[in-house]
T-cell receptor, first 113, second 119 residues
Framework: DSGVTQTPKHLITATGQRVTLRCSPR?????VYWYQQSLDQGLQFLIQ???????AKGNILERFSAQQFPDLHSELNLSSLELGDSALYFC????????????FGPGTRLTVL | AQTVTQSQPEMSVQEAETVTLSCTYD???????LFWYKQPPSRQMILVIR??????QNATENRFSVNFQKAAKSFSLKISDSQLGDAAMYFC????????????????FGGGTRVLVKP
């Protein structure tokens, strides 16, 4: 158990809908990262938050947004869902410093029908 | 942009034998970090080992060791005395150095290598 929690574990929804994925980082970790794992794109970095502020953006679609709250949990919002958004979405957290590792949550499996 | 390449889609190893997974990367930075993550059928991403680029000594974690060749930009993982529980996807990852603030220390992953362990 990495100490990072993600809810829900599975999500099945229809095209055009909007969903919210939730992540709670390890106790004390200020950085939260979101990654998408799909069959055709592999593991890709989406976005990072540090202590409530956006720190870096990757290949995140405009239909996707995220935020980190004062209690450090983070939410990834996916809207106008398309079939191609079906993927495993990981959250990872890191405490800081130069060599600290990113610890991954169990992921949320999103299926868009 | 940094890229990470794993040229072996799948590797098979006999239980108790040794297998080596290849990883190459492209970067213009001199300071960075490299990781190997394991993803078993449960889909959890589990850190196996990490290497700091400024360290010449190869990292070792129990049965797992790396061969880090900085000039060749190569970072291979050796699994010794393979066990059935080692069967998984293995991902090589590169982390941008802390000096590049805009990069946010994201991980860039290779495409993965599936390891099959035969009893």
């Amino acid at each position: 158990d990495s100490g990072v929690t993600q809810t829900p574990k599975h999500l099945i929804t229809a095209t055009g809908q909007r969903v919210t994925l939730r992540c709670s980082p390890r106790s004390g970790d200020l950085s939260v990262y979101w990654y998408q794992q799909s069959l055709d794109q592999g593991l890709q970095f989406l976005i990072q938050y540090y202590n409530g502020e956006e720190r870096a953006k990757g290949n995140i679609l405009e239909r996707f947004s995220a935020q980190q709250f004062p209690d450090l949990h983070s939410e990834l919002n996916l809207s106008s869902l398309e079939l191609g958004d079906s993927a495993l979405y990981f959250c990872a957290s890191r405490s800081g410093g130069g060599t600290d590792t990113q610890y991954f949550g169990p992921g949320t499996r999103l299926t868009v029908l | 942009a940094q890229t990470v390449t794993q040229s072996q889609p799948e590797m098979s190893v006999q239980e108790a034998e040794t297998v080596t997974l290849s990883c190459t990367y492209d970067t213009s930075e001199s300071d960075y970090y490299l990781f190997w993550y394991k993803q078993p059928p449960s889909r959890q991403m589990i850190l196996v080992i990490r290497q700091e680029a400024y360290k010449q000594q190869n990292a070792t974690e129990n049965r797992f060791s790396v061969n880090f060749q900085k000039a060749a930009k190569s970072f291979s993982l050796k699994i010794s005395d393979s066990q059935l529980g080692d069967a998984a996807m293995y991902f090589c990852a590169y982390r941008t150095p802390s000096s590049i603030k805009a990069a946010g220390n994201k991980l860039t992953f290779g495409g993965g290598t599936r390891v099959l362990v035969k009893p």
